[in-house]
């Protein structure tokens, strides 16, 4: 059972991100700008990631180191989040739910082997390998399919 906790959580993950496009995209709509439902969103995530962690602490006994290794973290995880929510938001209501997340996992799964290759920030290096260039050849695939079908 173990051996599928970490599957399950990437499953859940996934369908987070597919429920949130749609309702930020809706939210959008009623703001009138997607930067502004972006902005929303990563406010109120905050506001909960916050009293997670402090609930958190409370309970372990634990004091938060805030020097990351490279101060440049804090500010490129949050702009790369930032692009990432506001493209969702405008693409769902142009290309739709499926293609959306489709283009994402496709574009998740491109720049994950790259990362891998190259052993980002400490990663274990992964080759690039025929097997995972034809699964990324066939997500593409089956995400320009579901846009232009």
Known sequence: MAGLFWPLLGILAGACVATQ???NAELSRGLGLPVAA????FLSG?????????TVTQVQGVSLNWRAPAPWLFVVGGALGAAFVTSNIILIPRVGAAATMAFVVAGQLMAGMLLDRIGFLGMAVREI???RVTGAVLLLVGALLIRFS
């Open 21 to 23: 496009a749609p309702i």
């Open 38 to 41: 972006a902005a929303a969103s």
């Open 46 to 54: 905050a506001i909960i990631l916050a009293v997670v962690t402090a």
């Open 129 to 131: 390998t025929l097997g």
